[in-house]
């Protein structure tokens, strides 16, 4: 890679998983020092695309229009019609009459339903990517060919449509909550059922406890307006979550035999991998059931989407664990503050967290690697912070610095790894590090892992689920299955569940987010 010439490169056609060229041009270009953190990136970032690795031709004139079509092509959103192309379609009962604008424009007399009606076309779309970069040494640029040429990359947009593929009358609609907590579950769940009762649903229940609720000994909760009125006004789950459950032809057996044409999974990566195969198994026994997804995950591991919900509400509470954490360290004698924030794989809580209160000297994240001891390690810093500030406070994701600890191997009900706690062991090591120097260092250690996600939703992510719930709702009946609802641009999107769960999404280190964090603590490279 590092005498590769840009002229040969090829590259990924994706959005994300576009190698950085950046990156990809440090590491490449001749003369320089070959990093080899920086080639090992690349190279990974080629190799976990492998499945979907195509090589683009640049010197076919049409390579543009191709990738163009090719993107249009992957970012379809399956449809009932796909499959059963005689179903039938109904005029929407998601009815927008008396939500016509008022203005001056129509002095003359609202326009007819013809000229106006307020539903989104199915060939609305939303611009993915909305930089066009010049170069592709500008900063963070994600660029498909060695020109950094402007591509666009349109997905779904979001939105009830004229007609629907369901009739009220004949639906039956099931809501899950699967994984961990994390605050507006109960906002998107409230939602859901309010957009189904205007639609005219009346059967509708939650399954309790995620996808172990499938299994039969546990009851359906009947839902209605009535039950969800004020579920928003508490964190966690109305229906609860767990991890594991029945295989996937289990699941789908019990909602044939439940009779849910209709299923709202609300869940992260794992949950949607779940869903798509539930999607594609009723796909296989030809029943016309509509599984959409709406994301859920404080990690914000979600490709594609500005944000997940419930993630800024996280953040805002971390926010309290930060500021005891700094109020403890400034106002102890050489004070040391350590707050670990979630954040499995992705560090996304604990950057923000840290941005957010300009209270954090090192933020340490598992995309980054760091050395703890050493001339350039954290504990160097810190007893530098010490004897210059006086105090610190570390803010430390819980993914992060896993190569530190011992490895066991053990998984949760679901598959995912069990992460050793870090947050104790760089206590422990600060601890120990002062007391062989000598040197006075009164750590305290905060862990407010679960208290960031079973509180309740703030305004903004409170908004964020309402939207997405009524989404969920409006991509069902306009007979989309296989789908998840997200925030892009600000806009909302239905995208395919395959291409928001491909991989877990990560900080980039090359970010500009992650400099401003590097910038606002004022943290040296720990390597
Ligand atoms: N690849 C998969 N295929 C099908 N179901 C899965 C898959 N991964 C996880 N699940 C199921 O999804 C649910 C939630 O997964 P988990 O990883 O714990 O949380 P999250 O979806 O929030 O990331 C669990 O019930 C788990 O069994
Ligand atoms: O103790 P639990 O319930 O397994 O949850 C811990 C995990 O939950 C998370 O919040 C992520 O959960 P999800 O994958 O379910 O969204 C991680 O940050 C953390 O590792
Ligand atoms: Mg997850």
Redesign the pocket.
């Known amino acids: 890679m590092g005498s590769l010439s840009l002229a040969k490169l090829v590259l990924v056609p994706s959005d994300r998983r576009t190698c950085s060229l950046h990156a990809l041009i440090r590491s490449a270009s001749p003369g320089s020092m070959i990093n080899k953190k920086k080639r090992i990136k690349v190279v990974g970032c080629c190799l976990e695309n492998k499945n979907k690795k195509t090589s683009i031709d640049f010197s076919d004139p049409d390579w543009k229009t191709k990738y163009e079509e090719d993107f249009e092509k992957r970012f379809n959103i399956p449809h009932l019609t796909d499959f059963f192309p005689d179903s039938p379609a109904y005029p929407s009962t998601f009815c927008l009459r008396m939500r016509t604008p008022v203005s001056e424009e129509f002095a003359q007399g609202y326009p007819s339903d013809e000229e106006w009606h307020g539903y989104i076309n199915n060939n609305d779309r939303v611009l993915l990517k909305v930089i066009r970069f010049s170069s592709p040494t500008s900063a963070g640029a994600e660029c498909i060919d060695p020109d950094c040429t402007w591509v666009e990359q349109w997905i779904h947009r979001a939105g009830p449509r004229e007609k629907i593929y369901f009739k009220p009358e004949d639906v039956k609609a099931a809501i899950i909550t699967?994984?961990?907590l994390c605050p507006g579950l109960n906002d998107v769940i409230r939602q859901i059922v309010i957009t189904l009762e205007i639609y005219g649903v009346k059967k509708i229940v939650g399954i309790p406890f995620?996808?172990?609720g499938f299994g039969n000994e546990l009851a359906e909760i009947p839902l209605s307006r009535k039950v969800v009125q004020n579920v928003h006004l508490s964190g966690g789950s109305l229906l609860g979550v767990?991890?594991?459950?029945p295989n996937?032809s289990d699941i789908v057996d019990s909602m044939q035999q439940r009779g849910i044409n209709m299923l709202f999974v609300l869940?992260?990566?794992?949950?949607?991998?779940?869903a798509d195969?539930i999607h594609n198994e009723c796909r296989k026994r030809g029943l016309k059931v509509a599984v959409v997804g709406v994301p859920?995950?404080i990690d914000n591991d979600i490709l594609l989407m500005d944000k997940t919900f419930g993630f800024d509400t996280a953040v805002e509470e971390a926010q309290r664990a930060i500021n005891s954490a700094y109020i403890e360290a400034h106002s102890a004698y050489r004070g040391v503050g350590v707050v670990k924030l979630m954040g499995r794989s992705s560090g996304f809580i604990a950057m923000q967290a840290a941005l957010a209160s300009g209270q954090i000297d090192i933020c340490l994240i598992p995309e980054v690697p760091f050395e703890l001891h050493g001339p350039h390690g954290v504990l160097k810093h810190l007893k530098y912070l010490l004897e210059t500030k006086g105090s610190a406070v570390i803010c430390v994701a819980e993914g992060a610095g896993q190569n530190f600890l011992e490895k066991t191997n053990a998984k949760?009900?679901?598959?995912?790894t069990v992460l050793g706690d870090i947050g104790v062991h760089i206590q422990q090591e600060i601890k120990k590090y002062f007391k062989e120097l000598g040197d006075p260092a009164d750590v305290k250690y905060i862990d407010p892992t679960y208290m960031i996600r079973a509180c309740r939703a703030n305004a903004s992510d409170g908004i964020l689920c309402t939207v997405l719930g009524q989404n969920a709702v409006h991509g069902a009946f306009a007979g989309y299955s296989g789908i998840t609802v997200g925030i892009c641009n600000t806009h909302y999107v239905y995208l395919p569940i395959p291409e928001v769960i491909s991989y877990p999404r990560t900080v980039d280190p090359n970010s500009r987010m992650w400099h401003r964090c590097l910038t606002s603590t004022g943290q040296p490279d720990f390597i």
């Open positions: 699967c994984g961990g995620g996808y172990r767990s991890r594991g459950g996937i869940g992260g990566n794992g949950t949607h991998a779940g195969a859920k995950t949760d009900a679901s598959g995912n």
